[in-house]
């Protein structure tokens, strides 16, 4: 079964790049958003969630914390991989509930490992 996975990121040509990459890659890229609050009303109202979201930290409307924070409470068991430039957020992002973490820039080859690891049985 292909995996499914949403990419929230502010910047477009990085929300393109991901997908692009990702279904090269043979995955199923079920939803996009470009803030916070896209992102956690597209979550809501989803009916079959995404096994992974991809999750920028810092974003108009709602930083990545507080958007992790409010998709976790619609549905405890999400997986998400917390990607950001700010390597001081790793902690905060693992505490909250991350259940990994990439320091941008990074590889495709690492954001595919990442992928796979989180999606292990």
Do not use: C
Not at 64 to 82: P, Q, R, V, Y
């Amino acid at each position: 079964m292909m995996t499914r996975i949403m990419v929230v990121d502010d910047e477009v040509f990085i929300v393109d790049l991901y997908r692009d990459i990702l279904k090269l890659k043979g995955y199923d890229v079920v939803a996009t958003a470009y803030d916070g609050d896209e992102a956690v009303k597209k979550f809501r109202h989803m009916e079959k969630r995404p096994d992974v979201v991809i999750l920028d930290h810092r974003m108009p409307t709602k930083n990545g914390i507080d958007t992790m924070n409010e998709m976790l409470a619609i549905d405890k068991s999400s997986k998400i991989l917390f990607v950001s430039a700010d390597i001081m957020i790793e902690n905060d992002a693992l505490k909250n509930g991350a259940t990994g973490f990439l320091s941008k820039p990074f590889s495709m080859d690492e954001l595919i490992e990442s992928i796979e690891r989180l999606n292990r049985p």
